[in-house]
Structure formats: structure tokens, C-alpha cells
């Protein structure tokens, strides 16, 4: 229960969608925009917004983030804490906008800055990756030449070894000193992991994401992988962290899967101290959604925070992507106002 006393607050909720540059193909999907839910919180002439993207693979998508948080808009609205949301909202998209936004109100209400309030120490640019949509070998190729000479390079895949494999050879040809990491997005079976490792290795990939099916976790007691294994759709929230140690080396925290800045960021912390390496990633947000990703990122090995890269137009003003790093200022999100207007 929120006392009487509590402030009055409002929700605001849009749909937005930011188309992308071209079609952008991975493991049993192609995609051409990016619809996302834009919460806005105000309270005492304050203003917090967050951004969820949702989870495809889920179902998250507008339709059913609106109505999870429509349904939540009257605990918002009585002054619902961060850690009250984690009970009152299921994890996904809805639940990031509306966490992210009461992260950013809190700045503005405070005067500090959201990583100062999440005992964060000041955020610094991060190595990012850039990621390559599956496409022909050539193309492929010609694409990761077009990238930044610095920054790491992720490639899609489709789940066809042959052609995996023809794409990798063909892209590492391009870029024989790139570090590059691979992601299935669930595309093989644990039958054809044993075929595909030695070939990831031959090429000098570091990182091979998501291999298998959601579900399918246990086929990978006792595989040994010269490559690290990261879990990405097998690793929605933070209990889902416990059972990745000894089939996973990594975890990839997105937002849109865990809920929000509050549950990515105690996934970070708890997988650190179970032994694993932490990975950020995204589900092709704009650049309000790379801002608190941005910070679980400064607690992370791996950042693969490029969604913004792939929009015909990104928000202004947007995050920067320059020497292979992402830097986020200050106007973005997650600041208080004064910093916010200034920079």
C-alpha cells in the first residue's frame, strides 16, 4: 500500500516504430522495423522515460506490452517503488520501460545521476560490437569491410553449417585481425555443435552465442568447447542465472528479456559471483534503450550494444559510435535535468 502522502503520479504510455536501413536476417527470421513501447513517468514537474523493445521469440511484442502495462498503470501511478514493479509486472518489454522510466525520474527528482544512485562508478565509452546480418558470403564480406576498423565484429547465423561456415571464412578473409563472435539464435542441434566448434575455431572466432534451443540446456552437460558458450535466450531473468554455470560460460543480459535496469543489473552481480563473464546486449532498440543497457555494460566483459546502427533514423539526440566504442551522454536518459539540458 502507498500512503495518502505520496505524490501523484502519471503514465504515459506510445508506440513508436523506426524502420532499418534493410533487412536484417538471423536464425528463422528476417526483420524490417523495430515497434517499441515508450513509458513516460511524471511526477512533480519531472519527467523519467524508458523505452522496451520486447522479446519476438517470447510473443513480447506492442500489443502485449501495452496490456501488461496498462495493467500495472494503477500501482505506477500510486507511487510503486523499482522493487515493487519486480513483483507487480512479469519480466519483458513493458516492465524495462516502465523500470527504466522510474530510474530516470529518480535522477530527476534527486539530482544524481542514475549510475551514482545504482553504486555504479562513472560511466567511460565501451568497446561495442557490430553486428552482421546473415547474407551471401561476398556481401558479408563487403559489409564487414564497411565497419568501423575498431570494433569487434558479431556475425549472424542461419543455422546451415556449410553456409555458416562458407560466411565466416569469406568475412574473416576481409577482416583476418577482428575479434569475432558468432550467434545462432538457437539454430543447431547439439549433433551439429561438435561439427561446427572446430570450424568456429579455425576461423579464430572467441564467442559463440545461443547454439542450441531455448530448453534444450541439458544437451550441453559435458560438451567441451574450446570456444566460449554464452547464453542468451536460455537466460531470461535473473533465476534463470543459477543454471547456466557448467554449460555456459557467458550470460547476455538484455533488458527487454529481464525487465528492466534493476533485474539486469542484479544478474550482473550475481553472475559475476557464480563465475561466469557478463555480456550486454539489445533487441534493437533506439538509443533510449542503449542508455540503460550502457550502464549494466560497465560492469560487462562483452557489450554488443549497435541496435541504433540499424535504424533509418535513430532518436535525438543518440548515443555515438566512434574508434569502435559507444559513449552515452548525458542528455539522453538517467540524468538529472540540469545535466541533461547542459550535457
Known sequence: ?????????????????????????????????????????????????????????????????????????????????????????????ARNAIDCALWDLEAKLSG???????????PRPLLSTLTLGADEPEVMAQAALALD?????????????????????AIRQARPDAWLGVDANQGYEIGELALLVPELEAVGVRLLEQPLRRGRESDLDGFESPIPIAADESALTLADTEDLPGRFDVVNIKLDKCGGLTEGLAIARRAKALGLDVMVGNMMGTSLSMAPSYLVGQLCQIVDLDGPTF???????????SAGRIACSAQIWGYPEELSLTG
Open 311 to 321: 535504424l533509418q533514423k535513430d532518436r535525438s539526440p543518440s548515443v555515438e559510435y
Open 1 to 93: 500500500m502507498h500512503s495518502p502522502e505520496q505524490r501523484s503520479r502519471a503514465l504515459a504510455l506510445s508506440v513508436e516504430e523506426f524502420a532499418y536501413k534493410k533487412p536484417f536476417r538471423i536464425s528463422g527470421h528476417v526483420f524490417e522495423k523495430t515497434a517499441v513501447l515508450v513509458a513516460s513517468v511524471k511526477e512533480a514537474d519531472r519527467e523519467g522515460r524508458g523505452e522496451g523493445a520486447g522479446a519476438y521469440y517470447l510473443g513480447d511484442d506492442v500489443d502485449n506490452m501495452v496490456r501488461q502495462a496498462e495493467a500495472a498503470r494503477g500501482a505506477v501511478e500510486a507511487g510503486a517503488s523499482r522493487e515493487e514493479l519486480q513483483a507487480l509486472m512479469p519480466p519483458g518489454g
Open 112 to 122: 544524481r545521476p542514475v549510475w551514482q544512485i545504482a553504486g555504479l562508478a562513472e
Open 149 to 169: 576498423p575498431d570494433a569487434p565484429v558479431k556475425v549472424k547465423l542461419t543455422g546451415d553449417l556449410d553456409d555458416d561456415v562458407a560466411r565466416l571464412k
